[in-house]
């Protein structure tokens, strides 16, 4: 098949290689034959502490367990992740491979960096000399078994042998290619598969020869990226024969009836090029997410020539130099502490990724395609913002200054094209996942840094409508101070992180010289203490103004994000000031309290919450909202109880095996946590604080006996000069930070570079950050702010009345309340209510008032019990057993506290009605949001009796909601008016599920979740 294509204008592009360098460099590999099977070597790691820094890089860590890391070839933050696929499905397979599986598919070009979710895997390639027979799906014919024994990886390179296909493979990259390396055991039939249905949901394809030795085409695929775009051009170093698209037998059902089936031979998106009889062959695949034009001019510039292992020299020193922005030697740990600390840098140094071509064009946000001026530097993707805002952007925005402002510019571009800043940006689509808006942390601090080179007003501009967007409750946020749980899910932790970035809006409006926005944020900034309970000291879920009852800080729930309340309680890393007046209101006091989270127990409620691991006590390191926890002593004068914490958690929970991540990896913010904290320095609030002389840097566990850190030189800052770090004296405790007893530095006392000396010993300081100067801070002026009150109430009651209290975070305020639209009272003691009533109240200290909080009470007039057949799910209890009857009816959001869902057993349930009524009729309310497996039941059957004991059908309701609806729909299912009135003591209704997920979905097989709410009967 011939096909013209257009004329490509040829770009060169600087590699900078000194051949010198090149030839000087050793690589410390040692090669050992098995036999005399030369393809079959095992390569063994040789590391030792003169080793070039590549070579101490694991990239085997993080790939088992959670750590979901990939450990095949990629260049620092590239566009191409070309890494073997050993996995298809399931959460331990979202890096696409997994240690401890035996097979691989083949090796596909985009991988994400230890995520939890299974997106990319594109453009999946496969070498086989053989199919195996009896296969149906090409999957399983050309997929190959591999022993771990004969792989090898450092930075830039990865080796296996495919033992099925009797060939090593390897591979190294360039910024925007993947060279792949073939090498067979003997002269043999060669095919190359190439696999464009591998991995996410395929949307549509081209593919086509070029000319006898190039292929292109592209892949537009959906997952979590709904739009995900990727374009391809392949080059072989030897001609191939196109064998044009593959097929497979598939069974398709040809009467939905009676079930017949029949078989047939169908088309799918799988080619193959053959090469013939060879003894090896050398691929190169350039990659572009504008066009096929694009993917050639990438391949032209970057991967013009055949030399493997002139890739991969140039792939090694291009980590060499990366790697070297932070060298450490020396430390307790020996070579496996360097092999964990620059694999940790490694990994934080593998993402975001370069998006833009050659050319200077990208795919925006809008999905279309721009063009970027020299000056503008690269186009991004990837921001993983919840994750990476905590650590890995303060240490690139230290070490790689000039990418951080091209960061800066990506998030600014894409405010531009899509109208908003990212959140979670995969390949140009807002995913729609996480919370908060923390791109604004991450562009206030590169500015405290010190770096510049955006349109700061815009940047102003973009933070300012993300933090007004009023969705993702932000509308309750901003008009009662916080989330109530009724509006949105996850309300809790939405209101820590809001008020975080709030502050971050308010010191970079600030260094503007915007003053009114810079006040009207920081205000918003001390919306976190609305939801601190003073009478338990945590940060807790409200609903209509009062304490969701029950708390119970080890409880996994829908107020919280991945997290509970220990994990979350200590999130307020702008106002840590206010964080001790108000638990415990000492220093001590608030130390006790972070220390009761690392002495608890492990042992978490309610949810299963895979994300919640590496714990020590309740503190959840492979989580991103405990990273900070640790460093809190600190602002307490306890700097030599933050430096034990840090030291447990780098030396136990970062290993060299392939589990020795103990969590997701995160696009790099678990090892950049690692990177910052082992050398002794690590960042509580990055963004808060505009002023490069009073943004800190809280001083932990130092690890290595001298490190250097070298950031890369810039025009967009001023210092880029090495900070040469050393420590002296034995022992594990700092005490002192160049004779000094402060246990803080600033972003600029860092960039000033220089000696930085700390001074170790065997006992903790006595004077080393005791007084306040010497302790980190940070506060908010509060002068114009006060918080809420909170309701201790019910929320509907029976009998002949009920108890409302109200109480205030500071016992010094005055709270002032009114019922059912009457006049304002001064709170002094408990209210009794016996009816319905409405409430509204408000707390003054001085002339400054707060706002109002509204809290609503229902009287229930009757005595009905509800018992259970089979239990509800514990996550979603809502009420607990009177929820059915409760008088309130839930929202179209099942995560708001009303719905009761159930799982693995069907909804059923008895009312007892005290005595026998005349029925007329009655009904049930069900929620159906598929995206979350919740359907409606089939159909739901109502039941009464006078005994308890022998039931009669009263109505069996269906519905006509279709299942494949994404809408969310509250539906109630209505008994049959036609049936004749009922006398009954006893009333049952029964929820009958739709059976197995359907195929289409992707949760396909597993059980559907019933959510039930308000049960209403209609008496004659």
């Not at 994400?112 to 014919?141: E, H, K, N």
């Not at 892949?219 to 990727?230: C, D, F, G």
């Not at 810079?518 to 009478?535: A, G, T």
Request: charged share 20%.
């Amino acid at each position: 098949m011939s096909i013209s294509f257009p004329k490509l204008v040829s770009v060169r592009i600087l590699t900078g290689i000194s051949l010198s360098l090149l030839l000087s460099t050793s690589l410390f590999a040692q090669t050992i034959n098995e036999g005399r099977n030369p393809a079959k070597r095992v390569q063994v790691r040789k590391v030792v502490e003169k080793s070039p820094s590549y070579l101490k890089v694991n990239p085997m860590i993080g790939t088992g367990g959670h750590g979901h890391t990939y450990p095949g070839a990629t260049s620092p933050f590239g566009m191409v992740q070309l890494s073997p696929d050993t996995r298809l499905e399931g959460w331990d397979g979202c890096g696409g491979y997994h240690n401890s599986d035996s097979i691989i598919y083949g090796f596909s070009h985009t991988h994400l960096q230890g995520t939890g979710v299974s997106d990319y895997g594109d453009i999946l390639l496969m070498p086989c000399t053989q199919f195996a027979a009896g296969a149906t799906s090409w999957q399983d014919r050309y997929k190959s078994t591999f022993q771990k024994s004969t792989e090898y990886a450092h930075a830039g390179y990865y080796s296996v042998f495919l033992e099925d296909q009797n060939l090593r493979a390897e591979l190294t990259s360039t910024p925007r290619t993947g060279i792949h390396k073939y090498t067979l055991t003997e002269p043999d039939t060669l095919t190359l598969i190439i696999d464009l249905e591998h991995r996410d949901k395929l949307i549509n394809y081209s593919i086509y020869p070029l000319d006898d030795s190039t292929i292109v085409g592209h892949r537009l695929s959906e997952n979590w990226a709904v739009k995900q775009y990727v374009y391809f051009a392949i080059r072989f170093n030897k001609e191939f024969k196109w064998s044009d698209q593959l097929s497979e037998l598939k069974t398709i059902s040809i009467n939905e009836t009676d079930g017949s089936l029949v078989q047939e031979m169908e088309f799918v998106p799988v080619f193959a090029a053959d090469f013939g009889v060879v003894s090896d062959l050398t691929v190169r695949v350039g990659l572009s997410f504008c066009d096929v034009e694009g993917a050639v001019r990438n391949l032209e510039e970057e991967a013009s020539h055949n030399d493997f292992k002139k890739y991969k020299r140039e792939n090694e020193l291009r980590w060499k130099e990366q790697l070297g922005r932070v060298q450490v030697n020396g430390g307790d740990g020996g070579i496996d502490q360097q092999e964990i600390f620059y694999t940790a840098l490694y990994h934080s140094c593998t993402v975001p990724n370069l998006a833009s071509d050659v050319d200077g064009r990208y795919r925006g946000t809008d999905l279309q395609i721009h063009d970027l001026r020299p000056i503008d530097g690269d186009h991004y993707t990837v921001f993983s913002l919840w994750d990476t805002f905590r650590s890995l952007h303060p240490l690139l925005a230290w070490i790689e200054p000039g990418r951080t402002r091209d960061f800066v510019k990506s998030m600014l571009r894409m405010y531009d094209d899509g109208g908003q800043l990212p959140v979670w940006e995969l390949a140009s689509n807002y995913t729609g996942c996480m919370i908060g808006y923390h791109s604004v942390p991450v562009i206030a601090d590169a500015k405290a840094w010190g770096i510049r080179g955006w349109d700061e007003e815009l940047a102003l501009e973009a933070m300012v409508q993300a933090a007004d967007s009023m969705h993702l409750g932000l509308d309750s946020y901003v008009k009662y101070g916080y989330i109530p749980s009724e509006m949105e899910s996850e309300g809790v932790s939405k209101t820590l992180e809001y008020s975080y970035d709030d502050a971050c809006i308010s010191a970079y409006a600030g260094s503007l010289g915007e003053e009114e926005i810079s006040e009207r944020f920081r205000k918003r900034s001390l919306s976190w203490r609305n939801i601190l309970n003073p009478e338990s000291n945590f940060i807790q879920p409200k609903r209509d103004g009062a304490w969701v009852p029950d708390f119970d800080p080890t409880e996994v729930n829908f107020n919280y994000t991945e997290a509970n309340g220990w994990q979350y309680t200590f999130f307020a890393p702008h106002d840590i000031s206010g964080l001790i007046k108000y638990v415990g209101g000492t220093g001590e006091r608030f130390s006790e309290m972070v220390e009761r989270q690392f002495s608890a127990s492990s042992k978490t409620s309610g949810r299963e919450q895979v994300d919640i691991t590496g714990l020590i006590g309740q503190y959840a390191h492979g989580n991103e909202p405990s990273h900070h926890v640790a460093y809190l002593f600190s602002y307490a004068g306890k700097s030599w109880r933050t430096g034990e914490i840090v030291d447990e958690i780098l030396n136990e929970l970062y290993t060299t095996e392939p589990d020795g991540l103990c969590g997701n990896e995160d696009c790099g913010q678990m090892s950049a946590w690692y990177v910052l904290s082992s050398i002794g320095l690590y960042p509580v609030a990055p963004g808060s604080e505009m002023s490069g002389n009073k943004a800190q840097l809280v001083v932990g566990s130092p690890q290595f006996d001298n490190v250097i850190v070298s950031p890369a030189n810039s025009d967009y800052r001023s210092w880029n000069r090495p900070l040469y770090i050393s420590t002296v004296g034995d022992g594990d405790y700092v005490k002192t930070v160049n004779s000094g007893a402060r246990s803080w530095l600033t972003y600029d006392e860092i960039l000033r570079g220089g000696p930085l000396v700390f001074e170790m010993s065997d006992l903790g300081s006595t004077s080393f950050g005791i007084l306040d100067a010497d302790r980190p801070s940070s506060s908010v002026n509060d002068f114009d702010f006060v918080p809420v009150p909170s309701f201790i109430a019910e929320r509907s009651f029976q009998g002949k009345q009920s108890e409302v209290r109200l109480h205030h975070l500071d016992p010094e305020a005055s709270i002032y309340y009114k019922i059912n639209n009457g006049g304002w009272h001064k709170y002094k003691t408990p209210i009794k209510i016996k009816s319905s009533s409405e409430f509204l109240a408000y707390a003054k200290l001085g002339k400054v008032r707060s706002k109002e909080v509204h809290h609503s009470m229902v009287k229930i007039e009757h005595d009905w019990t509800v018992e259970y057949t089979f239990p509800y799910s514990h996550q979603y209890a809502a009420a607990g057993p009177n929820t059915l009857v409760d008088g309130l009816k839930g929202s179209n959001e099942y995560r708001t506290g009303d719905w009761q869902g159930f799982y693995d057993s069907p909804f059923e349930a008895t009312i007892d009605l005290g005595k026998s009524k005349s029925i007329s009729g009655m009904s049930i309310g069900c929620i159906q949001d598929i995206r979350p497996w919740i359907w409606l039941p089939e159909s739901v059957e109502f039941f009464t009796s006078n005994d308890g004991i022998n039931f009669t059908l009263l109505s069996k309701v269906t519905h006509n909601v279709p299942e494949d609806n994404y809408e969310k729909i509250v539906h109630r299912f209505i008994s049959d008016s036609s049936a004749p009135t009922t006398k009954a003591r006893y009333i049952r209704v029964k929820a009958n599920p739709a059976g197995p997920i359907p195929s289409w979905h992707l949760g396909a097989g597993f059980d559907r979740w019933t959510f039930v709410d308000e049960w209403d009967i209609t008496f004659e």
